[in-house]
């Protein structure tokens, strides 16, 4: 009897010791809602994470081994592609859109500008076969990673495999970008208590939440739906968006809503990258509006800002910079 | 506790193993009209037309035996990937000491499946069966050329999928059966080809109306026959 109740203290340590260990790698910050994603059929390990963080960084997945992931997605800009408005792949090919900021992505429910994506599972398929992103095949780049002795050894630490699969590729990219969590900026801090705002960030939070936050909704500055948001049609690209997956004429010009987190580093901004600055944005807001038959309900009036207002109102954007996120070395490239 | 728990596992898997351990055999097999269906094989539709088809794939998901109107069997994690030009893959087996009038199994994926993120064995994204552009699987997957097709090398390829209406592909199949012997489930490729007018349309690669109505058509390709 003695031995059973010691073998049974045993596993429940050793489940108290696993479950802490996950907490520490993938850490739901205090208020925030629960995540979309659901880490029990897939939980995180230090050791996958960190095959993740090899596959994101390695041009391996692209067919020319030029591209890897983080040639559109840099850490030091809030993973965006900063020098382009639209994304460039493999051959200097221009894509049609721009890369968003990748943060905090296990509490959205779809991913794309359209939401083509309904996992994060499966988002990584996109660009690797992309013929303008990484021209690649899943099945090839399994048998690529198969042939690696690098793989091989990582593989087998994160999965007691050798056996490279395809999904086993897929779920240590996810829990990779299940790992980049902002919630370290000033405004964060505030609403920890742990700081203050001054008079115009504060001036610029109310200004915020009386104007955008129905659509850039805190905690994570997005409610992750599709709005149309006023742009004018780029008729050189014709996006019509979400409509493009529902083929439902109400989506028409509707895109995902991006997060504002780290916005100071995340330009150029939409899903075109056409603005390259905030100011830009502001004024898009505040004179370009288009009504067309899809405009959201919460842009149908004019929103009236000061040259001052702008100012706040830019002010409180600046308090959602993140730098403990945006320098993380557990997010930057692996080291050798 | 543990212990207990073992011994129970273990009754559990030794009565499972007497039970199942007969099993037959359930067939899936291609044709064109009546002759079986081969790769790379001219075949004709009607008296001007030639049509070879180079794949066939399709999954059958959520295998289950009836007996009149009640479920007598039913297969744990159901998914199986068909490519009717590999031997290896057309035979499924069901338990053969049960009695059963109707086979009951759905063509595809469902979508609960469809949004649960990477899978492996035959769900594995790697089998070619996934859209990668917007997420999804392909249910069923008819490529091949003819002569009535204005394409490139005269191709046509039809890929249905679509988990979210209004376009949900997946069909749920009844197959009546006399016999409890091996079960034949003959597909007539011919019957999907004479619906679909090759000469106006050659492809579906996205779920749309389109690959609604010819997924409809895939449950009247069925025939059954006995060992």
New interface residues.
Partial sequence: MNK?WG??II?CLALCAFNIATEHIFEVPKNWPKPTY?SN??PLTKEKVELGRELFYDPILSKNNLISCASCHSPYTAFTHVDHDLSHGIDDRIGTRNSPALMNLAWHHLYMWDG???????QA??P???PDEMGEK??SV?LKLQHSKKYSKLFLKAYGDTVV????T??AI?QFMLTLISANSKYDSVMRKQSHFTEQESKGYQLFKQHCASCHTEPLFTHTGFENNGLPIDSTLNDIGRMR???NPQDSLKFKVPTLRNIEFSFPYMHDGRFKKISDVLKHYTSGIVHSKTLAKSLQQPILLSSNDKVDLTTFLLTLTDKVFLFNPKHSFPKK | ???RKFIWMFCVLVTHNFLFSQQDKLVFHPTFFNQTLKPEVYYKLNAKDSIQITSFKFYVSQLELLNGRETVWKEQSSFHLIDAFDEKTIVLSVPSNITFTKIKFQIGIDSLT???????GD??????M?W?????YINFKLEGNSNLCKTRHNEFQFHLGGY?QP?NCLQTVFVQVKSKANVTLNMDVAKLLLYIQLSELNHIMSP?KEAVELSGKITETFSVSYE
């Fill in positions: 059973k073998i049974a596993m659901n059929k897939n083509a994506i309904n996992h994060l599972d499966m398929l996109a690797i076969s992309h899943i099945e399994v699969t395809g999904e086993h897929l779920k996810s997956i529902t083929k | 506790m543990v212990m469809n949004v649960s993120g990477a899978m492996g769900l594995d994204p790697t089998k070619g996934y990668t552009w917007q997420s999804g979210q376009f749309s």
